[in-house]
C-alpha cells in the first residue's frame, strides 16, 4: 500500500535559516506528490505539487523535487521568514485512487 | 475564489450525544472528504464520497456515519460521541476523474471537544 514518512519535528529555526523538511513515499505505480501548509487556526492549503520524477514544484521561495531514485519529496526554502510558522504535510496520490495519503506533519517555528 | 465552509470553528459536546458536522463546498466537486487531525497522527481518513448518496470508509470509520444528500454537502455524524472523539476535523473537496493528482481542497476545521 501506500505511505509516506515524514521528518518528525517540531523544528525551530531562526529567520532567514535554511529549511529542509524530508519526505519519502512508498507507492504502487506512479505517485503524485504533495505539500500541504496549515497556518495556526486554518485548514490545510495546497503549497505545491509535483506529478512526474525529476519535477519541481515550487511557490513562495519554498520548492521540492520529486525525486523516483530515492523516493523523495524534499521541502527546501532558501531563507525562511516569521510568517513560515506553520504545519507542513507531504502527501501522495496515485492515479486510479481519489484519497490522498498524507504524512504526520511536520510543526515549524521560526523565531525573529 | 474557491471555498469549503464548515458549520462550526469550536464545538463542545457531552458524551452520548449525537453530533453533526456539516461541510460545504462551492466548486461543483464531485469528491468530499472528512478527515481527523490528533497531534503526532496526521490526517486520517474517516470517509469519502464520490457522488451524491455514494461512500466509502476510510481508515478509521468506526463510531461514525456519513450524508450527502446533495454535491455541495457532506455531513459527518457521530451517533453517540465519546471523548476519544476529541480531535481537529477537517473536511475537503477534489474533481473527480484525476484519480490522486489533483489538489484537495479544505475547510478550515472544526475542533470538537467532547466531555
Known amino acids: 500500500g501506500n505511505s509516506v514518512t515524514q521528518m518528525e519535528g517540531p523544528v525551530t529555526l531562526s529567520e532567514e535559516a535554511f529549511l529542509t523538511i524530508n519526505c519519502t513515499y512508498t507507492?504502487?505505480?506512479?505517485?503524485?506528490l504533495f505539500w500541504y501548509v496549515q497556518y495556526p487556526g486554518e485548514g490545510l492549503q495546497l503549497l505545491l505539487k509535483?506529478?512526474?520524477?525529476?519535477d519541481k514544484g515550487s511557490n513562495k521561495g519554498f520548492e521540492a523535487t520529486y525525486r523516483k531514485e530515492t523516493t523523495s519529496f524534499h521541502l527546501e526554502k532558501g531563507s525562511v521568514q516569521v510568517s513560515d510558522s506553520a504545519v507542513y504535510f507531504c502527501?501522495?496520490?496515485?492515479?486510479?485512487?481519489?484519497?490522498?495519503?498524507f504524512g504526520t506533519g511536520t510543526r515549524l517555528t521560526i523565531i525573529p | 475564489d474557491v471555498k469549503v465552509t464548515q458549520s462550526s470553528r469550536y464545538l463542545v459536546k457531552r458524551t452520548g450525544e449525537k453530533v453533526f458536522l456539516e461541510c460545504v463546498q462551492d466548486?461543483?466537486?464531485?469528491?468530499m472528504f472528512w478527515y481527523r487531525q490528533d497531534p503526532g497522527l496526521g490526517l486520517r481518513l474517516i470517509y469519502f464520497?464520490?457522488?451524491?448518496?455514494?461512500?466509502e470508509k476510510g481508515d478509521i470509520p468506526e463510531g461514525y456515519s456519513v450524508s450527502r444528500e446533495k454535491k455541495e454537502r457532506f455531513s459527518l455524524i457521530l451517533e453517540s460521541a465519546s471523548t476519544n472523539q476529541t480531535s481537529m476535523y477537517l473536511c475537503?473537496?477534489?474533481?473527480?476523474?484525476?484519480?490522486?493528482?489533483?489538489?484537495?481542497?479544505f475547510g478550515p476545521g472544526t475542533r470538537l471537544t467532547v466531555l
Open positions: 466548486m461543483d466537486h464531485e469528491n
Open positions: 509535483a506529478t512526474k520524477a525529476d
Open positions: 502527501a501522495l496520490g496515485t492515479v486510479g485512487n481519489e484519497k490522498l495519503t
Open positions: 475537503a473537496s477534489s474533481p473527480a476523474g484525476t484519480g490522486g493528482t489533483d489538489t484537495q481542497y
Open positions: 507507492a504502487t505505480g506512479y505517485p503524485s
Open positions: 464520497s464520490y457522488d451524491v448518496k455514494m461512500k
